[in-house]
């Protein structure tokens, strides 16, 4: 059986205060898989992502994703993984509103120094593939919540990253736009991208997720893969 793209051991993050957000947490993550993390605010579900995107480390444990030691890397090498290897959405898109749709996909491109002909075949291919092809010259002040999410997805793809991570991706989204990227990440994962997702949506969960898991008091109270999709 082929090594999991995430592999975190015994993990423990404590704080200065002292209080352990997270306590002797395992879990692995095969590629090809779209993970759930569910839990109540403070359960340690974001802290959980946060590990795995190297923007926090461990007080004990072990993170490894892709076969790379997350949890040593210095403050550059973990900037050039997160280029590298993985791809983020946020709740609130955090797009640039003075670069137009193409620029801000090409933005991760540009970081890692892809050759310009190639970033502006990619971002034409995502926009394309994501459905906003014709917005590609719009600002993202002019487009609607499931769009400007929509292009947050295209920039996280955009250097072909083997792993997706999505915080609260249909928080800030309206129902109509919700279910709109819900079936965009359950395809994404279809076409092979693993994706790791924070949400408080049961929908999403349910319906985009090969597993579910739900963290409580910086545990993992329950693991279950999905029935159906």
């Known amino acids: 059986m082929p090594e999991p793209l995430i592999d975190i051991r015994d993990v423990t993050k404590e704080y200065d205060e002292g209080a ?18 569910l839990g109540a605010s403070g359960s340690g579900k974001s802290t959980l992502l946060n590990l795995i995107a190297g923007l926090d480390r461990p007080s004990r444990g072990s993170v490894t994703v892709d076969g790379l030691r997350v949890d040593g890397l210095s403050e ?104 709109d990227v819900r079936d965009l990440l359950r395809e994404l994962n279809s076409d092979g991208q693993t994706i790791v997702l924070v949400t408080h949506d049961l929908a999403l969960a349910e319906s985009c997720a090969t597993r579910t898991i739900e963290v409580v008091d910086g545990r993992i109270a329950r693991d279950v893969p999905a029935v159906t999709r």
């Open 20 to 37: 352990a957000v997270l306590k002797g947490l395992t879990l692995q993550v095969r590629a090809g898989e779209a993970l759930a993390v």
């Open 76 to 179: 550059s090498a973990s900037a050039k993984y997160r280029r590298s290897r993985i791809g983020m959405v946020f709740q609130f898109f955090n797009l640039l509103d003075d670069l137009t749709v193409t620029d801000n996909v090409l933005l991760p491109a540009q970081l890692s120094g892809m050759p310009r002909a190639q970033a502006a075949a990619r971002a034409a291919e995502l926009l394309a593939y994501l459905g906003i092809d014709r917005h590609s010259r719009a600002y993202p002040g002019r487009l609607s919540g499931g769009e400007r999410q929509r292009v947050a997805i295209a920039r996280a793809l955009m250097n072909r990253p083997p792993l997706l991570l999505a915080d609260e991706p249909t928080g800030a989204l309206d129902t109509v736009s919700g279910a």
